[in-house]
């Protein structure tokens, strides 16, 4: 009972202490593996006073595992794998030798060196498939952002106006073109109502029509440029 209480305050702990760092500090990479190191080392001893090979918490390892390929990608993944086998084959020995707090029934060396093997086996399986797949996910990514930026760099090299705007008439993008034609830079723009900003009220309703029906509407009209000129939009 006094394990379970100084893991639960130690829990406690780290996580304030997690929290007061980032209010002050961005996460870093060392501190993300300080945090993944600190993990492993309160679920080995949870699985060694819950009976070690007979314990129902391995499957943390795992969890864990899975945190350090995310954020480490496949080195990470397999290094925790590596890890949490190394410090469960250490728990299945002192399990063996009967050093506190294991006691009771000893097991024999093959059982030791099934299960070690088994979990080993499941550790490793995991971090190398998450590895994989968070560095997938990381390409895929970085993929889309070179689309993203790719699209960007044609809206902006139109030599027409384009607005674009989300469904509550925001605006979201302002290509140069339109800020040479409305005199307004697209960080003015960005953000606000575009009927409000360019004193369009009277086309608000349609604009609430293609929101609510999403038929797309075609229509004109004459707004003011920054110097008070009309111009049609």
């Not at 086996?121 to 997938?136: E, H, N, P, Q, Y």
């Amino acid at each position: 009972i006094t394990t379970f209480y100084f893991l639960i305050g130690a829990t406690y702990f780290l996580s304030l202490c997690y929290a007061l760092f980032l209010k002050f500090s961005s996460p870093s990479r060392v501190f993300i593996f300080f945090q993944l190191i600190m993990d492993v080392a309160l679920e080995s001893i949870l699985i060694s006073v819950t009976g070690g090979l007979a314990s129902p918490f391995p499957f943390l390892f795992i969890i864990t595992i899975v945190s350090a390929s995310i954020f480490f990608h496949h080195r990470g993944g397999s290094f925790m794998a590596g890890t949490a086998t190394l410090l469960f084959g250490l728990l299945a020995l002192f399990q063996r030798a009967q050093i506190p707090p294991f006691s009771g029934a000893v097991l024999g060396d093959k059982e030791i060196s099934y299960g070690v093997f088994l979990y080993a086996i499941a550790f490793f399986t995991v971090g190398i498939l998450s590895g994989r797949l968070a560095k997938r996910l990381r390409e895929k990514e970085i993929g889309f952002l070179d689309l993203r930026i790719f699209h960007e760099d044609i809206v902006h090299s139109m030599p027409s106006g384009l607005i674009t705007t989300n469904l509550d008439g925001k605006v979201t993008s302002f290509n140069r073109s339109a800020t040479e034609i409305t005199g307004y830079a697209a960080g003015a723009v960005i953000g606000k109502i575009w009927w409000e900003h360019f004193s369009w009220p009277e086309i608000a309703y349609r604009f609430h029509n293609l929101a609510k029906t999403g038929v797309p509407q075609r229509f004109e009209g004459k707004i003011k440029n920054r110097s008070g000129k009309p111009c049609l939009l």
